[in-house]
């Protein structure tokens, strides 16, 4: 989505993926999207392809409340 992603170093560009999953789960109609103030670079116990290189997964949890 436009504005997600940043130039980088030359020739690279930076995706905010946070703000890039909210503006594809607005797109398709979510109306609330909570965010998580974490880092998986800088925060000790998530994992961080960054700080512990290949073979360390991350997750993406999203789920609809029934009640919302």
Do not use: E, F, I, K
């Not at 703000?19 to 880092?39: D, E, F, I």
């Not at 991350?58 to 789920?63: R, T």
């Amino acid at each position: 989505p436009a504005g997600t992603v940043l130039p980088g170093r030359p020739g690279h560009g930076w995706l905010d993926v946070p703000a890039a999953v909210a503006a594809l789960a607005a797109a398709a109609g979510v109306g609330a999207v909570a965010r998580s103030p974490l880092c998986t670079s800088r925060h000790p116990l998530l994992r961080s392809h960054r700080r512990h290189g290949r073979g360390h997964p991350q997750l993406l949890v999203a789920w609809r409340d029934p009640c919302a």
